[in-house]
């Protein structure tokens, strides 16, 4: 059941100014200043990606449909990998507890640790409709015991799921009665304490919670707030929010549907919560916009506190132009400062205090620009990409076509570089990719020395059905893991 709340409205008589006052009222703080345009960020380097592991079958051309990757998610500390695919199983990785080190640091490994069934496949009766088993998001909650617990979430119905180990047992030789046949058998001598034995080690995953009935169309987003108590919910038209505690009811914050359908101009693509302002949101929508919520100005927050979002061109616009400028991801950087945004072709940084534009933007694919009538007949143009900050915000990562990734440093003037996704020997370094417009000779990139430093790639020869779409980033360390079908990929730094 699903709450509406009366939004607290401004009186009809209040004027103008007085409705100024009241903005400026709410009016957000940071910090620091607004970046300027023409202020630098002090340079960081490139990273040089090298590859650690990839799980999945690599061998196989064929692959069922269940076993593609759907999301892909660290937890706080980096210590657990979560994945879920579109068979509604989340598999769960450990990092290497072994205590073996490589190249002067603790080993960078993930393997195996729980894999359970969070969603089934499911039919709503009363509008005929199926609703597939397909995990759309995960969300790590911050650990407060000896057990993790986690938010997964299909189309309709978010879970939350608790992962605990357990490592000792009762002793078989310690029971008063046998464990078979109690009834017929009278107890005589003396009276044990049962004892507890080591016994192998087996993690279980338990269902917790399930939040369920509140939502109309298909859910694209969760997020846990930074009080841990509560957590957003988000579908193409609203926005819920729910307490960990209370499963039977949630409030609606944001809802954009229009009274007639036939009006519908927008949908919500991605909302996320900010890092440490429990009362701050964003919301991003098809039409490249970004809003900015605050929570204790409103209960009902259609009205936004801050719109970020660039004019456009309109010499540039074409029938695509819409499409592209559709906002697939937004992701609060670690410190709260910046937004970070994925349209079609590029990845934008925003500053919370500068809403007019963004202040860094990267292009992703530009060569796609010639190709967008192939890439809407063939249904990729709508693909969903994920952006990813780095622990310490400096560094920012995408996905692409071709298992093809991009890892932007902030502040520095070279090119970003494009790595492949492929199989090689552990801790290789990875060579990274040129992708050639297809007009275009293949450059000469030998070195100095004579050696081959990229591989060309021609825009013709890019497989659209190989696909990075989820990327994650550890916390603290540069380890990255990206979903590319039905593999998943671990890279790092050392």
Same mark, same amino acid.
């Given at each position: 059941?699903?709450?509406?709340?009366?939004?607290?409205?401004?009186?009809?008589?209040?004027?103008?100014?007085?409705?100024?006052?009241?903005?400026?009222?709410?009016?957000?703080?940071?910090?620091?200043?607004?970046?300027?345009?023409?202020?630098?960020?002090?340079?960081?380097? @490139?990273?040089?990606?090298?590859?650690? @592991?990839?799980? %999945?079958?690599?061998?196989?051309?064929?692959?069922?449909?269940?076993?593609? #990757?759907?999301?892909?998610?660290?937890?706080?500390?980096?210590?657990? /990998?979560?994945?879920?695919?579109? %068979?509604?199983?989340?598999? #769960?990785?450990?990092?290497?507890?072994?205590?073996?080190?490589?190249?002067?640091?603790?080993?960078?490994?993930?393997?195996?640790?729980?894999?359970?069934?969070?969603?089934?496949?499911?039919?709503?009766?009363?509008?005929?409709?199926?609703?597939?088993?397909?995990?759309?998001?995960?969300?790590?909650?911050?650990?407060?015991?000896?057990? +993790?617990?986690?938010?997964?979430?299909?189309?309709?119905?978010?879970?939350?799921?608790?992962?605990?180990?357990?490592?000792?047992?009762?002793?078989?030789?310690?029971?008063?009665?046998?464990?078979?046949?109690?009834?017929?058998?009278?107890?005589?001598?003396?009276?044990?304490?049962?004892?507890?034995?080591?016994?192998?080690?087996?993690?279980?995953?338990?269902?917790?919670?399930?939040?369920?009935?509140?939502?109309?169309?298909?859910?694209?987003?969760?997020?846990?707030?930074?009080?841990?108590?509560?957590?957003?919910?988000?579908?193409?038209?609203?926005?819920?929010?729910?307490?960990?505690?209370?499963?039977?009811?949630?409030?609606?914050?944001?809802?954009?549907?229009?009274? +007639?359908?036939?009006?519908?101009?927008?949908?919500?693509?991605?909302?996320?919560?900010?890092?440490?302002?429990?009362?701050?949101?964003?919301?991003?929508?098809?039409?490249?916009?970004?809003?900015?919520?605050?929570?204790?100005?409103?209960?009902?927050?259609?009205?936004?506190?801050?719109?970020?979002?660039?004019?456009?061109?309109?010499?540039?616009?074409?029938?695509?132009?819409?499409?592209?400028?559709?906002?697939?991801?937004?992701?609060?950087?670690?410190?709260?400062?910046?937004?970070?945004?994925?349209?079609? /072709?590029?990845?934008?940084?925003?500053? /919370?205090?500068?809403?007019?534009?963004?202040?860094?933007?990267?292009?992703?694919?530009?060569?796609?620009?010639?190709?967008?009538?192939?890439?809407?007949?063939?249904?990729?143009?709508?693909?969903?990409?994920?952006?990813?900050?780095?622990?310490?915000?400096?560094?920012? /990562?995408? %996905?692409?076509?071709?298992?093809?990734?991009?890892?932007?440093?902030?502040?520095?003037? %070279?090119?970003?570089?494009?790595?492949?996704?492929?199989?090689?020997?552990?801790?290789?370094?990875?060579?990274?990719?040129?992708?050639?417009?297809?007009?275009?000779?293949?450059?000469?990139?030998?070195?100095?020395?004579?050696?081959?430093?990229?591989?060309?790639?021609?825009?013709?020869?890019?497989?659209?059905?190989?696909?990075?779409?989820?990327?994650?980033?550890?916390?603290?360390?540069?380890?990255?893991?990206?979903?590319?079908?039905?593999?998943?990929?671990?890279?790092?730094?050392?």
């Amino acid at each position: 059941m699903v709450m509406e709340v009366d939004e607290p409205a401004v009186a009809a008589t209040t004027s103008q100014n007085e409705q100024q006052e009241h903005q400026n009222d709410v009016e957000m703080d940071t910090s620091e200043g607004p970046i300027e345009h023409d202020q630098t960020f002090e340079p960081v380097d @490139q990273i040089n990606w090298k590859f650690n @592991q990839v799980k %999945g079958n690599i061998d196989a051309d064929v692959h069922t449909e269940a076993d593609v #990757i759907s999301c892909v998610e660290f937890s706080h500390d980096g210590e657990y /990998l979560a994945t879920g695919d579109k %068979g509604g199983r989340v598999v #769960i990785f450990q990092r290497d507890q072994s205590g073996k080190y490589v190249k002067g640091v603790r080993s960078r490994e993930y393997n195996v640790y729980s894999t359970f069934q969070s969603h089934e496949p499911e039919f709503d009766y009363l509008k005929s409709l199926e609703i597939d088993e397909k995990i759309n998001q995960i969300r790590w909650l911050k650990k407060k015991n000896a057990a +993790n617990f986690i938010l997964s979430t299909n189309d309709k119905t978010i879970k939350l799921w608790k992962i605990s180990e357990r490592e000792r047992k009762i002793g078989d030789d310690a029971w008063n009665l046998p464990r078979s046949n109690r009834i017929n058998t009278s107890f005589k001598g003396k009276l044990q304490i049962p004892s507890i034995v080591p016994m192998e080690l087996i993690v279980e995953a338990s269902p917790r919670r399930v939040y369920g009935n509140a939502h109309t169309y298909h859910v694209n987003s969760i997020s846990v707030n930074s009080d841990q108590e509560t957590f957003l919910s988000a579908d193409d038209l609203r926005v819920n929010l729910w307490n960990l505690e209370i499963t039977n009811e949630s409030f609606n914050i944001v809802d954009i549907k229009p009274a +007639n359908m036939e009006e519908l101009t927008e949908v919500i693509t991605a909302a996320e919560f900010h890092p440490t302002q429990c009362n701050w949101f964003v919301y991003s929508s098809s039409k490249g916009s970004i809003r900015l919520c605050d929570m204790r100005d409103r209960a009902l927050c259609d009205a936004y506190a801050k719109i970020f979002e660039e004019p456009e061109d309109p010499q540039s616009r074409s029938f695509f132009s819409e499409i592209i400028a559709s906002v697939s991801d937004v992701k609060f950087s670690h410190n709260g400062r910046y937004l970070l945004t994925r349209d079609y /072709l590029t990845v934008k940084v925003w500053d /919370l205090n500068m809403e007019s534009q963004p202040v860094e933007t990267y292009p992703v694919h530009n060569y796609l620009r010639t190709k967008l009538c192939a890439l809407y007949e063939n249904d990729s143009i709508f693909d969903k990409f994920e952006c990813e900050w780095s622990g310490d915000d400096k560094h920012i /990562l995408t %996905g692409s076509y071709h298992n093809l990734f991009r890892s932007y440093a902030r502040g520095n003037q %070279g090119e970003a570089k494009t790595w492949e996704a492929r199989p090689q020997e552990p801790h290789a370094t990875l060579r990274s990719r040129f992708v050639v417009p297809s007009a275009k000779r293949k450059r000469n990139n030998l070195s100095s020395s004579g050696e081959t430093t990229e591989e060309d790639l021609s825009s013709d020869q890019l497989q659209f059905d190989r696909k990075i779409l989820h990327t994650a980033w550890h916390p603290k360390d540069n380890i990255i893991a990206l979903a590319a079908t039905n593999n998943l990929y671990i890279f790092s730094d050392v």
